[in-house]
C-alpha cells in the first residue's frame, strides 16, 4: 500500500497528467479541488496568450459565465447583448430572475445605443463579434461609458470566438476575458473546458474562491489534453481564417445564399478571424435538405474543430430561446452556421456546390 516510485530526478519531457486528488500537507496544490500542476501549466500558457495577469481555469464555458455571475446581488442592474450564444443568455435570464438582478436586453452593437446603457448598471455582458451575424461592439467604448457611470461596474466579454490570438478584450478596457475553451483551445471536439481571464487581483481571488467551494475546477485530464492543443492554436487558427475568408467569398457568389455574415476585421480591436461564418439561405425552408446532402460538415455540437461542421442557430445553439426571443434577434430558420476545418478548400467547395445546388 506504501509502496512508491520516487520520481523526483526522472525530468519528464511533458508534465505528465496528475491524475492525484491529495497532495501532501507540504504542497503548494494543497488538494485537486483547490489546483493541480497540470492546471497550473494551462493557466500559465493562457494568460501569456491573452496577456492576462490571471487566468481561471474551470469545467466548461458555462460554469465559467456561471461565475461571473456570483459576483452580482440582488438588485444589481445586469446589461446583456442579446446577440450571444443561446444557453449563455437563457442563464442570465434565469439566474437574474431567481436572484432579482435587474436584466436589461440592449444591443450595444449600433453604437448610437451604448448611452443608452442605464448608468447604475453593474455589469456588461457580450460577445464581439455577436453570436450571430458576426457584428462588433466597441469594447473600449462601452467600458469607457458604463465605467464614467460607475467605476466599479465589472465588464465581461465572452472572447471565445476571437480567440486571444485576434483579440485582447482586457486591454481595450474590459474587467473578465472569458472563453469556452471547449471551441478553439481544444479544437478537435474531444474536451470541454473554460477560462476566465483578468487582470484585476480581486476579481481573481473570486473566481478562485468560487471555483474552490464550487468545485469548478478543470480536471487534469481536461487541462493536460487542452494544453496539448494549445501547441496547435496557431498553425489551426491561421489555416482557418485563411479557409474561412476563400469561403465568404465563394459563397457570395452562390445564387441559393441571400447574405453572408462575416466580421469586420478592423486591425485595432480584431486583428484578424479565424474559421466560423453564418449565412441566410434563399429557401425558408431549405436548411434540412442542404445539410443532408454535406459530406464533409459533421452536424455534432459545437464548433472550431479541425473538422468542418454545419449547424442551424435556430435549432441549435439558440434552441434554448423562445421562438419570439430568436425572431425578435432575426433568428430564421433559414439562417446556417458553417465551422471549418482542415480540409482542402476545394473539397470543400465541392460540398457545399453539391448541396447548394438541391435548393
Ligand atoms: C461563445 C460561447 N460561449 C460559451 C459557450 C459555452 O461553453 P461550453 O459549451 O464549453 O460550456 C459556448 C458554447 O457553445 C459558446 O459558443
Redesign the pocket.
Known amino acids: 500500500m506504501h509502496t512508491r516510485e520516487d520520481d523526483a530526478g526522472a525530468h519528464p519531457a511533458v508534465t505528465p497528467v496528475y491524475q492525484t486528488s491529495a497532495f501532501e500537507a507540504d504542497s503548494p496544490y494543497f488538494y485537486t479541488r483547490k489546483n493541480n500542476p497540470n492546471v497550473a501549466e494551462l493557466e500559465k500558457v493562457l494568460q501569456v496568450l491573452e496577456n492576462a495577469e490571471h487566468a481561471v481555469a474551470v469545467t466548461?464555458?458555462?460554469?465559467a459565465?456561471f461565475m461571473t455571475l456570483e459576483i452580482l446581488r440582488p438588485g444589481d442592474t445586469l446589461v446583456v447583448n442579446p446577440f450571444?450564444?443561446g444557453?449563455?443568455y437563457k442563464l442570465l435570464q434565469r439566474i437574474s430572475e431567481r436572484r432579482q438582478f435587474k436584466l436589461v436586453d440592449l444591443d450595444f452593437s449600433e453604437e448610437s445605443n451604448i448611452e443608452k446603457i442605464p448608468a447604475e448598471t453593474k455589469m456588461v455582458f457580450f460577445?464581439t463579434p455577436t453570436?450571430p451575424f458576426l457584428k462588433t461592439v466597441d469594447i473600449a467604448k462601452v467600458s469607457k461609458f458604463v465605467k464614467g457611470n460607475n467605476p466599479d461596474a465589472v465588464i465581461v466579454v465572452?472572447n471565445?470566438?476571437a480567440t486571444p490570438l485576434f483579440q485582447h478584450p482586457l486591454e481595450l478596457g474590459a474587467d473578465v476575458s472569458l472563453h469556452?475553451g471547449?471551441?478553439y483551445f481544444s479544437g478537435h471536439s474531444d474536451v470541454?473546458n473554460?477560462v476566465l481571464m483578468t487582470d484585476r487581483q480581486d476579481l481573481a481571488d473570486e473566481f478562485r474562491e468560487t471555483r474552490f467551494y464550487g468545485g469548478l475546477l478543470l480536471s487534469p485530464e481536461n487541462a493536460w489534453l487542452t494544453r496539448r492543443s494549445l501547441q496547435t492554436l496557431n498553425i489551426r487558427l491561421k489555416q482557418q481564417q485563411s479557409v474561412c475568408a476563400e469561403m465568404r467569398d465563394f459563397l457570395k457568389q452562390q445564387p441559393q445564399i441571400e447574405k453572408v455574415f462575416y466580421p469586420e476585421v478592423d486591425g485595432k480591436q480584431l486583428k484578424g478571424y479565424a474559421g466560423i461564418l453564418f449565412f441566410e439561405l434563399k429557401k425558408p425552408d431549405g436548411y434540412l435538405k442542404f445539410r443532408q446532402e454535406l459530406k464533409l460538415f459533421s452536424t455534432g455540437t459545437?464548433m472550431a474543430c479541425v473538422t468542418s461542421m454545419v449547424a442551424q442557430p435556430w435549432s441549435g445553439?439558440h434552441a434554448s430561446m423562445t421562438d419570439e426571443e430568436k425572431r425578435q434577434i432575426n433568428i430564421g430558420e433559414n439562417l446556417v452556421r458553417l465551422s471549418f476545418g482542415l480540409e482542402e478548400p476545394e473539397d470543400l467547395k465541392n460540398d457545399l456546390l453539391g448541396a447548394l445546388q438541391v435548393l
Open positions: 466548461c464555458g458555462m460554469s459565465i450571444i450564444y444557453c449563455s460577445e453570436n465572452d471565445t470566438w469556452s471547449t471551441k470541454m473554460g459545437g445553439s
